[in-house]
Structure formats: C-alpha cells, structure tokens
Nanobody, 117 residues
Framework: QVQLVESGGGLAQTGGSLRLSCAVYDKLFIMFKYIRWYRQAPGKQRELVAGITSGGSTNYEDSVKGRFTISRDNANNTVYLQMNSLKPEDTAVYYC??????????WGQGTQVTVSS
C-alpha cells in the first residue's frame, strides 16, 4: 500500500485557477508507472481526469484538455494538477492514485474543489 496525500483544493470562481498537489510517500517514486487524477461529483461516478507515466507521457479526459495540466516532480515525489479556466462542472472531490511497476498502488483521501458560477 502506498500513501498519497492531496492538497490544494478549495473554492474558485468560474474562469479561475487552482493547483492540486499529490504527495507520494514512497522512496521509490520513480517506480510509479502511472499516477492519475480522478474526480467524483455528487451523484456521479468517479472519472479519470488526467494521468502521467514515469516517462512523462500524459493523457487527459476530453472536457479538461487545454485547461488542465498534469506534471510530476520526481525530486519531491509530487504530482501536480494545474487547473485553469475552471467551470462549475469541475466541482468535485479530486483524488490521486498511483500504480507502481512492482504492483503496489494506493489512493489519496481526496480534496474538494468547488467552482462558483
């Protein structure tokens, strides 16, 4: 099991920005082949928002392309999700999840993002 802790959520206005952080408490951070951000809005299923591989390849859910950017800082064992041009429909609890090459995985506890119209 891997410990992950999200931070950076909060309240933003439509068109505003927030940056989420996901700290991975594991000394083998570079062994994490995938680190992903998910979100879950009230009454909806959890959905994948963005992911990044150990090599830095990224992918995004269609509705956030061009607005959100995922990045990883291997020196600080942290993955970021920069969210710009926020919309009310981005309101959700955001979770990060990690999967390593040696089969370890984990989820964070989530951080609330609320975008006011």
């Amino acid at each position: 099991q891997v410990q992950l802790v999200e931070s950076g959520g909060g309240l933003a206005q439509t068109g505003g920005s927030l940056r989420l952080s996901c700290a991975v408490y594991d000394k083998l951070f570079i062994m994490f082949k995938y680190i992903r951000w998910y979100r879950q809005a009230p009454g909806k299923q959890r959905e994948l928002v963005a992911g990044i591989t150990s090599g830095g390849s990224t992918n995004y859910e269609d509705s956030v392309k061009g607005r959100f950017t995922i990045s990883r800082d291997n020196a600080n064992n942290t993955v970021y999700l920069q969210m710009n041009s926020l919309k009310p429909e981005d309101t959700a609890v955001y979770y990060c999840a990690a999967e390593s090459y040696d089969g370890r995985s984990g989820w964070g506890q989530g951080t609330q993002v609320t975008v006011s119209s």
